[in-house]
């Protein structure tokens, strides 16, 4: 409730909603936490992060085609920390394994 709270007097803190969507995520509300993934992607478009959340969360509700979409907008975002960029792409890969996508 503090990071809802804190999020409500500081919309435009990507990184609260980052914490907020994974607050939400962690609850099994996966649509609402979406939507704050979706914020945090707005308010940082340089960041792969929001776009991993966003494609975790598509995952958990079966959405596989709309996370290989936001894994793919991660990879193309000029995300200054490679972390983020390797969390992408260890999601994709994990992501088109368990589909059959990728060979062993």
């Known amino acids: 409730e503090a990071i809802r709270r804190a999020y409500e007097l500081r919309p435009q803190d990507a990184e609260l909603a980052l914490r907020l969507g994974n607050v939400v995520a962690g609850l099994g509300r996966e649509a609402e936490a979406i939507n704050y993934f979706r914020a945090a992607s707005h308010l940082r478009p340089e960041s792969a992060v929001p776009h991993n959340n966003i494609g975790l969360a598509m995952?958990?509700?079966?959405?596989?085609?709309?996370?290989?979409?936001?894994?793919?907008?991660?990879?193309?975002?000029?995300?200054?920390?490679?972390r983020g960029r390797c969390m992408v792409m260890v999601n994709l890969g994990s992501l088109e394994r368990q589909l059959g996508r990728l060979e062993e």
């Open 59 to 82: 995952v958990r509700i079966g959405d596989f085609e709309g996370a290989f979409r936001e894994y793919r907008n991660g990879l193309s975002a000029p995300e200054a920390d490679p």
